[in-house]
């Protein structure tokens, strides 16, 4: 790791603890009453990208408009890749220099009010966490035990050497647990 980045990841820490929370009302819902879901993952991971569009195809089988934001770690978003209807795409040349996206994509994800944001960071991770913590979703669900998961409403806690299946698979659970009666 650089000088730079790590400079770069002290201002992201900086920034981030000097924010305050968005206004937001929080409600624990079940995945079957939810209209909207947002899913935030790093899309470089090829596994992570695969379970993403299974899950997404699991969710609009029960009639939920579904929106994903993927990071690609490079300065371009590889030329295989093309945004679709419910997938969009951000990569380093859209990050300032304290690792906080600054593109429409990112910023209108940030508006859309989900009834559920999924966050499948498995670990911290400075660039996915300002639109986690910005999002005026009502439920944020992903990962605990990472530094930044006092922005969600609902942990998942993963073994030493689990991923993001088994955060999927523990997400998805809790979610059809949920009884929202």
């Given at each position: 790791?650089?000088?730079i ?6 201002l ?7 924010r305050?929370?968005?206004?937001r ?8 009453a ?6 935030i993952?790093r ?6 990208f695969?379970?993403?569009k299974r899950?997404v195809?699991f969710?609009?089988e029960y009639?939920?408009?579904v ?25 380093k ?13 990112v ?14 960071a498995?670990e ?18 992903g ?17 030493e ?8 698979k ?12």
């Amino acid at each position: 790791m650089s000088i730079i980045d790590n400079i770069k990841r002290k201002l992201s820490d900086f920034s981030h603890n000097r924010r305050s929370k968005p206004q937001r009302s929080v409600k624990a819902l079940n995945i079957k009453a939810a209209k909207s879901v947002g899913i935030i993952y790093r899309a470089d991971s090829e596994e992570s990208f695969e379970l993403v569009k299974r899950y997404v195809k699991f969710l609009r089988e029960y009639k939920i408009k579904v929106r994903t934001i993927g990071f690609f770690n490079e300065n371009e978003i590889p030329s295989d890749v093309n945004p679709k209807l419910e997938f969009d795409f951000f990569c380093k040349k859209d990050l300032n220099f304290c690792l906080e996206p600054r593109c429409v994509v990112v910023n209108n994800f940030i508006d859309e009010k989900f009834d559920i944001l999924i966050d499948l960071a498995v670990e911290k991770d400075e660039v996915l966490r300002h639109p986690v913590f910005l999002s005026k979703a009502n439920f944020k669900v992903g990962a605990g035990g990472k530094e930044t998961s006092e922005d969600l409403d609902l942990l998942i806690t993963l073994k030493e050497k689990e991923g993001v299946r088994q955060l999927m698979k523990g997400i998805d659970q809790f979610l059809h647990l949920i009884n929202t009666d």
